[in-house]
């Protein structure tokens, strides 16, 4: 596994090459203005909401950046901050290219309608405050998991995910078969997945993304609590990772569980 520390600018720009390779993509330059975006939304209290810090924003917006997709699903929406930030790398990349999106380039999907985590307000209220010219290429999703994201999608455009939902296993496995269903290639970004051991004392540790991450039988890049997982060419070994992670203690209530588990029994079916 090839690993990042994307904390500023600096090293953004002195690791950008290598992670092209690591992503196995061209080394072009990050487009024009992408790295000036980044450095100030990354900035700590620039929002008066919870951002993702800054290294795993650097990671997130680069592979957005090299990766280059049509469209990209993100679960896990709250304020919407990570959602605007994809958004926005994505377009600069188009307006490289002298293109501009009509429609939505980022669909994001919440399980809530309100994100109450800085203060009570609809999931996605962040967007118009950090990339409010992006309110059309940003499609907001709430009272959803990711079972909908097939409704979502048209043909073989879905080349980037972000899973950022609930962090509690089998979720982020639930969310990445149902999000590889729909995706030819390409890679799905998924945040926490050192979760355990930042969390302390303050909450329960929750495993789920962490063990998607550990047990990924294709390859990984890591940057601390932040990594991408590329999808197989053959599905045959994710029926092999689901074998594995089913042994692990479940986190969520009994009633949740059995339920996910039959919808990625289902998913594990129809691997072709
Ligand atoms: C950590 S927050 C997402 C943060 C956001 N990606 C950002 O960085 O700005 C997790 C969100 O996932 C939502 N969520 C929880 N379980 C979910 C599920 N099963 N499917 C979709 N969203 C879920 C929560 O309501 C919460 O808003």
Do not use: C
């Amino acid at each position: 596994m090839t690993t990042f520390h994307l904390r500023d600018a600096e090293t953004y720009r002195a690791e950008y090459a290598r992670l092209a390779d690591a992503l196995g993509v061209p080394p072009v330059a990050p487009a024009p203005g992408e790295v000036e975006f980044l450095s100030e939304v990354a900035t700590p209290g620039r929002f008066p909401f919870g951002m993702m810090p800054a290294p795993d924003l650097f990671f997130a917006g680069a592979v957005a950046s090299l990766l280059r997709p049509r469209l990209t699903i993100e679960i896990g929406t709250a304020s919407g901050f990570s959602a605007s930030v994809l958004a926005k790398v994505i377009v600069l990349r188009w307006q490289e290219s002298g293109e501009l999106p009509t429609g939505p380039i980022v669909h994001t999907i919440d399980l809530k309608t309100e994100d109450q985590r800085d203060e009570v307000r609809p999931v996605g209220y962040a967007i118009e405050r950090v990339t409010p010219e992006l309110g059309a290429q940003i499609g907001v999703h709430p009272l959803r998991d990711s079972s909908y994201v097939s409704q979502l999608v048209r043909g073989e455009e879905l080349t980037l995910a972000f899973v950022d939902g609930n962090h509690q296993h089998p979720w982020p496995l639930h969310d990445v078969m149902q999000l590889q269903t729909l995706m030819k290639s390409g890679w799905i970004l998924l945040h926490d997945i050192n979760l355990p051991a930042i969390s302390g004392q303050a909450y329960a540790p929750r495993f789920g993304a962490k063990y998607v991450f550990d047990f990924w039988p294709e390859e990984r890049v890591g940057a601390g609590n932040i990594g991408a997982i590329k999808l197989p060419d053959n599905r045959n070994s994710l029926g092999d990772l689901v074998a594995r992670l089913r042994e692990l203690p479940s986190e969520v209530s009994p009633n949740g569980w059995k339920k996910r588990w039959r919808e990625i029994d289902a998913l594990v079916k129809k691997l072709p």
